[in-house]
């Protein structure tokens, strides 16, 4: 059994910063891409931000150049930088990870269960 849980939403004022993490563990064989959703109320999930194994990222055009993703493979952890917050960026953001479990051949997408981001005066 593999999870994902997610920490570091909260309320932030517009322009202010937060810090999402998100930890892989369980029987965890390999973790190929990670990756970051969200989703607001009435609105359709949507990716963030993602990243390979190897580094190389992939950001949606509503957030490039305030937020930025990075990964710890040794602690099987995936970041959110974010900056200069909108309250466009209020949703529930949610952790993803394509992992492969220990005993199983295949890959498969896991999620977390959210953390709640609030900007808001």
């Known amino acids: 059994q593999v999870q994902l849980v997610e920490s570091g939403g909260g309320l932030v004022q517009p322009g202010g910063s937060l810090r999402l993490s998100c930890a892989a563990s369980g029987s965890i064989f390999s973790i190929n891409a990670m990756g970051w959703y969200r989703q607001a109320p009435g609105k359709q999930r949507e990716l963030v931000a993602t990243i390979t194994s190897g580094g190389s990222t992939n950001y949606a055009d509503s957030v490039t150049g305030r937020f930025t993703i990075s990964r710890d493979n040794a602690k099987n952890t995936v970041y959110l930088q974010m900056n200069s917050l909108k309250p466009e960026d209020t949703a529930v953001y949610l952790c993803?990870?394509?992992?492969?479990?220990?005993?199983?051949?295949?890959?498969?997408?896991?999620w977390g269960q959210g953390t709640q981001v609030t900007v808001s005066s």
């Open positions: 993803n990870a394509e992992m492969r479990r220990i005993g199983v051949r295949v890959m498969w997408d896991y």
